[in-house]
């Protein structure tokens, strides 16, 4: 079957949710039994958004085949089950960086390189490169209509959608419907204008998806069809919602998928089995008890930056019958005040990953607090490292135990990753290299110690997660560790990278190098935070 395509875009304001509107489509195409990928288009020029601040970007997503990507991949792969690649996430920067090397190169053997049909035509080859082993192609374009550097890629699929016609590509748009409470009223101008802006780039959606606070009354949809040219079914409304995961039965329930499919010409009458998604979030929205884990981190201000996170600890809410309370606190904070006071009612800790310098001193406090106290603690990446320099200095007793990172030190407990393997090839690195693409990055195999914790948890010899980081424990410290108690639990296959710490004696302390949050699934949570949580609980 040849892959059919269709286009995601948005207009009116950012942040509507199209990632959401995407997964939640390629959720439901899945369970009418079609192969779906998912794949996101952002006009930004940095080559990925690897180097980006959080505060800007949120959390940067990464994919098994390491591919620093945009957080939307997570949301297609934690709705849809079908994990990312570096090959779908694609930048301008990214665009225009392979189109110079094809100039330099003379590949385009003397042409005048111009926006078309140069760059137009190196986004449609991102578009539908390895489409055939797909039934749906979904490609999110990000950004907004009318955005500058949008351009480009909306004149690339409405090239694509004049090459394969309505018998191949969709164009879907995702616009907001704001209500105006002194009018009482929703209101669809916003609407007609965004459309119209579509329309002047020579595209003509076939749906729309229509974000607002209420749900949308029939008159608005009738008047938003004729306006702008469509369907009166192909208007779907996206109210609010309590939970996320509830889009697919929603979108469903609003036929989405039904006018998908009957746009393709394909069979629609019959509605998908998604007894599985109704079953979740009848759980998430029943929960039994309740927990709350404090999140003590460097971007806690732009929770976006912790999105992957975020979600994994729902997942292990909805496993453990549980609704899981984030306290977001500032690392900085801990440099001032004591733990007795900001972790006051909290059930768990949790350090995420983070990078440099700032809050660390915070960070330390935090997990002393959680060591001492016997609160379950939960490092990740950067957490774990700061978790084995708490140890080192306040239980061995080693007076400036730190990282490299920070500048020189008298022990260099976390030093920089200068050589690892991968795929049977060294990767080297060092302090000149760029700071975007070096890290050690993607899927790594890991060793689990018999008879330690993780070990139980996983109930497997050997794992694979995700990795993103630079630094990495030194493995010279092992001996006197674990001599006093913190066991290097989980080792990489060779045996010289820590990967896994946990404490012999406390209830649940557990630091590991790696983002287990990247692998966790509502459908499928991960291992790690279902026994964190459950250890919370208790």
């Known amino acids: 079957m040849t892959a059919r395509y269709i286009f995601v875009t948005g207009g009116v304001v950012s942040s509507l949710g199209k990632g959401i509107a995407a997964a939640s489509l390629g959720a439901l195409l899945l369970a009418h039994g079609y192969r779906v990928r998912i794949r996101k288009l952002d006009p930004y020029l940095n080559v990925d958004p690897g180097t980006m601040s959080p505060y800007q970007h949120g959390e940067v997503y990464v994919t098994d085949d390491g591919a620093e990507t945009d957080l939307d991949l997570g949301h297609y792969e934690r709705f849809t089950g079908v994990a990312g690649r570096r090959g779908d996430n694609i930048t301008t920067g990214k665009i225009y960086s392979e189109v110079i090397a094809r100039e330099r190169r003379g590949d385009y053997l003397g042409a005048t390189i111009q926006v078309i049909p140069h760059v137009t035509d190196a986004i449609k080859e991102f578009i539908t490169h390895d489409a055939g082993a797909h039934d749906f192609i979904i490609a999110e374009i990000g950004g907004t209509v009318g955005d500058i550097e949008g351009l480009p890629f909306l004149e690339a699929i409405r090239q694509l959608g004049h090459e394969l016609g309505n018998a191949g590509t969709l164009f879907v748009h995702l616009t907001y419907v704001p209500y105006i409470a002194a009018a009482g009223e929703l209101k669809t101008k916003p609407t007609q204008h965004s459309v119209k802006e579509l329309l002047s780039h020579g595209i003509q959606p076939g749906i729309l998806v229509c974000r607002s606070e209420k749900d949308l ?115 900085a904070l801990f440099e001032k005040e004591s733990g007795a006071s900001l972790l006051q009612n909290v059930d768990a800790v949790l350090v995420p990953g983070g990078f440099g310098e700032r809050g660390t001193q915070g960070k330390i406090n935090a997990i002393r607090y959680a060591r001492e106290n016997k609160i379950p603690y939960f490092g990740i990446c950067f957490g774990m490292q700061m978790a084995v320099i708490e140890f080192a200095r306040h239980v061995l007793g080693l007076e400036g135990a730190s990282s490299t990172e920070f500048g020189p030190c008298a022990h260099q407990l976390i030093g920089l990753l200068t050589e690892w393997e991968r795929a049977g090839k060294r990767e080297y690195r060092n302090r000149q290299s760029d700071l975007g693409g070096t890290m050690r990055l993607g899927a790594y195999q890991a060793q689990l110690v018999a008879g330690s914790k993780v070990r139980a948890i996983y109930d497997a010899e050997v794992i694979s997660e995700r990795h993103r980081h630079r630094y990495e424990v030194n493995a010279a410290y092992r001996g006197q560790l674990e001599a006093a108690g913190l066991l290097f639990s989980g080792l990489s296959p060779d045996g010289k990278l820590p990967e896994i710490v946990e404490l012999k004696d406390h209830p649940w302390f557990i630091g590991v190098q790696f983002h287990p949050e990247l692998k966790s699934k509502p459908l499928v949570p991960h291992p790690l935070f279902v026994s964190f949580i459950k250890a919370a609980l208790r």
């Open 217 to 331: 009354p029939a008159d608005a949809r009738a008047k938003i069809a004729l306006f702008c040219n469509i369907r009166r079914e192909g208007v779907i409304g996206a109210r609010d919602l309590q939970t996320i995961y509830a889009a697919p039965l929603v979108f469903q329930e609003q036929g989405f998928d039904r006018e998908v499919l009957r746009h393709f010409g394909l069979p629609h009458e019959k509605p998908a089995d998604m007894t599985r998604w109704q079953n979740l979030v009848s759980r998430q929205l029943s929960h039994k008890r309740t927990v709350t884990v404090g999140i003590v981190g460097k971007y806690t201000s732009m929770v976006d930056s912790y999105k992957s996170l975020a979600e994994a600890l729902t997942h292990a809410g909805i496993e453990n019958e549980a609704d899981v309370k984030l306290k977001w606190i500032d690392a």
